[in-house]
C-alpha cells in the first residue's frame, strides 16, 4: 500500500497518510499507480462537472472544472509545463536551458504558453461531446505516460527526486500502469478509447523526441508538461468525436 499512497501524496493535494520521506525504492515503485490515481481525479471532475452544469453555464463551469484540476494536483504538472517552455525556448544551450528550468520564476515563453493551455483546455471542456469518456481518460493516459518517460527516456540531471524515480522504475511498474490505462481506455470509450491511446502514445514519443534535441534528458518539469500536453489532447479528440 506504501507505493500506492506514496502516488497519491506526491501527485494530488490528498492527505498524507505517510508522515515521513519516502524511499527512492518506494518513489519507483509508486509510478505503477499514477494512471490510477488519474483515474480518481478524473472520476472526481467528472461528478464535479455533472454538479457545477446544472446551475452554472458551461464556460464558466468549464473555468470551475480547470481551476479544482489545478488545485487538486497542487499544479505541480503546470509548473513543470511553464518550466519547459521558458528553458526550451529561453535558452540558447543545453547548458543554460537546464539551468532556467529549475528558476522558479515564470518567464514570457511559460506565462505565454501556460495561459494559451488554460484557454485551450476551457475551451475543450466547453465544447467536450462525450465527458464522461474525456474526463475518465485525459488524467489517465497523461499520468501513463508519464510512466513511459520516466522508464524510456535518460534522465539529464545526476541526482534529485526524477533521477531516484528513474533508476527505481522498472518493466513491472510500466507493465501494471499500461494494463491500467488500457483498462480504462477500453472501458471509457471502446475502440475510440484505444485509438485515443495510440494517438497519446504518438505524441508523447514526438514530444520527448523534440525535447531531447534542445536537453541531453528529459527532467521532473519534462514530466509535468507531458502531463499536460497529453491531457489536452485527449479533451480535444473528444471534443469533435462522440464515443
Sequence with gaps: MIPLLAAFQFLTIFPAVIQRLFTPREMGRSTAFYPFVGLVLGGILLA?????RLFLPAQLAAVFIVTAWLLLTRALHFDGFLDIFDGLFGGFTPERRLEIMKDSRAGSFGVAAGGLLLFAKIASI??????????????VLARWVMVLAIFAFPYA???????????????AQLLFATLTALAVAW?????????????????????CRFMLTMIPGLTGDSYGMLCELIELCVLVVFTVVRY
Excluded at 464535479?48 to 457545477?52: I, M, P, R
Design 48 to 52: 464535479l462537472d455533472g454538479g457545477l
Design 126 to 139: 466547453t465544447a467536450l461531446l462525450d465527458r464522461p469518456a474525456a474526463f475518465l481518460l485525459a488524467p
Design 157 to 171: 540531471r545526476e541526482k534529485g527526486l526524477g533521477r531516484d524515480m528513474k533508476d527505481q522504475t522498472g518493466w
Design 187 to 207: 472501458f471509457a470509450a471502446g475502440w475510440l478509447g484505444l485509438l485515443a491511446l495510440i494517438l497519446t502514445a504518438a505524441i508523447f514519443w514526438l514530444a
